[in-house]
């Protein structure tokens, strides 16, 4: 049984829109550096479990922030960063800008077989949601892991919460619908049901995994 961690895009323009400007800010306001423990976490759930990772990039753009290790895959989609970014390589926004996507299907073929697999990266509800749903309608056995998304750089920083070893989506739910108190609980519920609706997120069924 071939079991597989994709992780979506891990390059400079994406990873920077969530660390702080000025590394220093780190230490002086003692938040623990994300990048140091997203590779953790990523090897703890999943090398150490068996899984096979495997990086996805434009073919115009390099690995950022992430520590490859032995066994780990690189795959490429089949369009480049310029063609799927707003803005231009002086970072002018295009005119008349229409997002074009990876194939997913492409990114899927690269993997086969797999009969197991989890996917991680960003975006949440864009990309990572639509390989991941394509992936399910292969016929297979997908989840999306929602800590190792973009939430990773909010959901990290909750020590009470973030566990390196496991991913709960149940208990990822329970964080989410409970962050600003019990008299908020019904409403948040609401919304989070909607925006996770998608099987791929594993909110459809009682028997949700852990990993």
Request: with cysteine.
């Amino acid at each position: 049984m071939k079991k597989v961690f994709l992780y979506l895009y891990p390059i400079k323009e994406f990873t920077n829109m969530f660390l702080f400007h000025d590394d220093k800010l780190y230490d002086e306001w003692n938040v623990p550096r994300p990048l140091p423990i997203l590779n953790a976490t990523i090897d703890k759930r999943y090398r150490q479990k068996g899984y096979q990772v495997v990086f996805a990039l434009y073919p115009d753009r390099e690995l950022y922030g992430i520590e490859p290790q032995n066994g780990d895959k690189i795959i490429y989609t089949d369009i480049p960063f310029s063609e799927a970014s707003a803005y231009d390589e002086n970072g002018n926004k295009k005119e008349n800008f229409i997002p074009k996507y990876p194939n997913e299907r492409f990114l899927i073929e690269q993997l086969e077989p797999v009969d197991e697999l989890v996917v991680g990266g960003y975006h949440v509800m864009d990309c990572v949601k639509r390989v991941a749903e394509v992936a399910l309608q292969s016929g297979i056995s997908t989840l999306v892991d929602l800590d190792l998304t973009d939430l990773f750089f909010n959901v990290y920083k909750q020590k009470e919460y973030f566990d390196m070893e496991n991913y709960s989506p149940e208990r990822f739910k329970m964080n989410m619908i409970s962050r600003h108190g019990d008299e908020y609980t019904e409403f948040e519920e609401r919304i989070f049901n909607r925006n996770y609706s998608s099987p791929v997120y594993g909110f459809t069924n009682s028997s949700s995994k852990k990993l």
